[in-house]
């Protein structure tokens, strides 16, 4: 008997069981790129902090307090994201799409060191277009494994290109 396959989908077999851990890792290895990012932030860092309270920034800039509920729900759906792509084991298209997540992944991880760390608003800048770029193409290399996963990465494109527009404000207010 010849079980059809969907050439949108890979198969991964009849009894394939999601692995919880593997699920638990891919969250957690996101929410670490934020927590080293948070390490730099006004939250953590008092010096961060100084920093930030003293810079000129935009009257539509959202309170601090919205930052880390609103990161720690898009590294989930990140981790969750790329999990199931790695679920797609047989699809020739995996490799790219876990590849631009990775280099996303490290993007976002870099820019708190950059923006509140070494405290370069330009370099922030610089490197947050970047992140916006790169999760955009994500998207799209997820898109061609398996689309929910795409859709999942959604909101975090949306609040990287409203952070990518605060860094630009505060760094125009600031120059």
Not at 12 to 21: E, K, M, Q, S, T
Not at 46 to 66: E, I, V
């Amino acid at each position: 008997m010849r079980i059809p396959i969907e050439s949108s989908t890979s198969y991964r077999g009849r009894n394939a069981r999601p692995n919880w851990l593997l699920l638990a890792a891919f969250i957690g290895s996101a929410l670490a790129a934020g927590a080293l990012g948070a390490l730099f932030s006004p939250a953590v860092s008092a010096a961060a902090r100084h920093w930030y309270t003293a810079l000129a920034k935009p009257g539509w800039a959202p309170p601090d307090s919205w930052f880390g509920p609103v990161w720690c729900v898009l590294y989930v759906m990140m981790g969750a994201a790329a999990w199931r792509i790695w679920r797609e084991r047989y699809h020739r298209s995996r490799g790219a799409a876990l590849a631009a997540y990775a280099i996303q992944l490290l993007l976002n991880a870099a820019w708190a060191p950059l923006f509140f760390g070494a405290k370069n608003i330009g370099a922030g800048l610089f490197v947050i277009v970047a992140l916006w770029l790169a999760i955009f193409w994500t998207i799209r290399e997820f898109a061609l494994v398996k689309a929910g996963a795409a859709w999942m990465l959604a909101p975090y494109l949306i609040w990287v290109g409203f952070a990518s527009a605060l860094n630009f404000s505060i760094w125009k207010l600031n120059q």
